[in-house]
């Protein structure tokens, strides 16, 4: 299968006529190719965006809502094939594709396309007896630039807001998974949308990613994926020339699991494997940094040993990201870390690494500082709540953690005391999308979800009027 740009309604090759192998991380092989895009192509693409600004954001919101819920049923519909595409493309199972991913991709345009309808114009009575009248305005073309973790969710949690609001989207997935962002442009086809208010071009970030960026027509840039190119993103973003651009960026983190010793046991082993385990670890939120207080270390250790070998795995998305958590393990052991459970490839074909527990590393070895996003965890005694803060605190990432306690006091105490954006409290990855979603230090700039996404995908406009005329 040949996987092509979606452009102004069309699939089309790119500018140039030339293809990326597509790797199926479980057996390694080419199973397709994708269209490496150019210049050419970004500029294509933005400008079928900005043609078709001009008649979606006159549509009603009545009717652009109905279209989303509509690609939400057609996702729903094709929900299996769709989940199977994204297991053979990212590596994740099939199981973590059809019951975790795929149902909030639905839950994203059912989300939004209520949301859309639910927006009202503030008034208010300003000194003087003014009469304020707020109204919320869309952009026009803005980019959605996704990463290979989480492919067609990341996608639709960024285009959904975009298109209920009335922007047009020019979405650049990873060329480590473009398969289901080209599958569900069949569906944006079925579904009936303008042609143009969606666009989806492929290929390497590095030689289409500055030519998105800087493009004259994109006025807000919602980026997710490592810290070192979203960073570059805002640098080239701010230097383009043009006006400023509105930047989010949601860009990964090292985030800490504090586990004290009144938790309830077996809870907290539940969501610790899914927290460190879940998509081979390959989830921004994850928790590879494991704070246990000293008193339930040991029997901590011991349960979570146990249970680890029946947690379902799949395969690191490519051969160069399991090197690279395979170095980050080779660096633990040379540093003197024990590796107590996995830590080897597995044999035979694919980028498999089992759930790798490591103990023993001192709190500044790159290993508990750095985003390995792998399956990959470390675990670390404490002895008080203040030492448990400062462990937690001691990266440059900001954006979620973790605090599993029976004292709900003491867990309102650490939470506020941790420098990131999102916490649970006795679990992982509880999402209501009215929520902000989003961190601090180096895991980003601004926050996605509700209003947070209605502020940053459109303009506000305030209208004074007199009391009278």
Request: aromatic share 10%; with cysteine; proline share 5%.
């Given at each position: 299968m040949n996987i092509l740009n979606f452009i102004g309604g069309k699939f089309c090759e790119g500018e140039k006529g030339e293809w990326l192998d597509n790797v199926c991380p479980a057996t390694g092989q080419v199973y397709s190719k994708v269209v490496a895009s150019g210049v050419e192509d970004v500029r294509r693409a933005c400008e079928a965006a900005d043609l078709a600004f001009d008649s979606w954001k006159k549509t009603e919101a009545k009717q652009r809502a109905s279209l989303l819920r509509e690609l939400g049923h057609l996702v729903q519909r094709d929900l299996k094939s769709l989940a199977l595409a994204e297991s053979k493309d990212q590596g994740k199972t099939l199981e973590q594709a059809e019951k975790g991913d795929l149902p909030r991709v639905v839950k994203n345009f059912e989300f939004f396309s209520d949301y859309a309808l639910k927006l009202s114009k503030e008034r208010f009575r300003g000194e003087g007896g003014g009469d304020n009248h707020i109204s919320h305005h869309p952009l026009g073309v803005v980019a959605a630039i996704v990463p290979w973790n989480l492919p067609l969710y990341l996608l639709t949690w960024k285009l959904a807001p975009a298109l209920a609001m009335g922007n047009c989207v020019v979405a650049k997935p990873s060329e480590l998974t473009p398969m289901t962002a080209f599958l569900f442009c069949k569906l944006v086809q079925e579904a009936g949308f303008p042609p143009g208010v969606v666009n989806v071009i492929h290929g390497e970030g590095a030689r289409m990613g500055d030519a998105l960026t800087t493009h004259p027509k994109i006025k807000a840039v919602s980026f997710t994926g490592s810290t070192q190119t979203g960073t570059h993103i805002h640098k080239v973003a701010a230097e383009s020339g043009h006006p400023l651009k509105k930047i989010s960026l949601e860009m990964g983190g090292k985030n800490p699991n504090i586990i004290f010793a009144d938790c309830d046991l077996e809870r907290t082993l539940e969501a610790t494997?899914?927290?460190?385990?879940?998509?081979?670890?390959?989830?921004?939120?994850?928790?590879?940094?494991?704070?246990?207080?000293?008193?339930?270390?040991?029997?901590?250790?011991?349960?979570?040993?146990?249970?680890?070998?029946?947690?379902?795995?799949?395969?690191?998305?490519?051969?160069?990201?399991?090197?690279?958590?395979?170095?980050?393990?080779?660096?633990?052991?040379?540093?003197?870390g024990r590796i107590l459970c996995g830590g080897k490839r597995k044999e035979g074909p694919g980028f498999y690494l089992g759930p790798t527990v490591i103990e023993g590393l001192d709190r500044d070895s790159p290993v508990n500082r750095e985003e390995i996003f792998g399956p990959v965890i470390t675990l670390t005694p404490f002895e008080t709540e203040e030492k448990a803060i400062l462990l937690a605190n001691s990266v440059d990432y900001g954006l979620s953690a973790t605090i599993h306690t029976r004292d709900l006091e003491r867990a309102r105490r650490v939470a506020q005391a941790l420098e990131v954006g999102m916490v649970w409290i006795n679990d992982w990855m509880k999402r209501d999308l009215r929520t902000p979603f989003g961190g601090v230090k180096r895991s980003g700039l601004g926050r996605e979800g509700g209003q947070w996404a209605l502020h940053f995908y459109t303009e506000a406009k305030n209208i004074c009027y007199p009391e009278t005329l």
């Open positions: 494997l899914r927290s460190s385990f879940a998509n081979q670890g390959e989830v921004c939120t994850c928790g590879p940094r494991v704070f246990v207080e000293k008193d339930l270390y040991e029997d901590f250790k011991r349960e979570l040993l146990v249970r680890i070998p029946g947690f379902p795995q799949g395969a690191l998305v490519s051969e160069a990201h399991l090197q690279k958590v395979m170095d980050y393990v080779a660096l633990a052991q040379r540093e003197g």
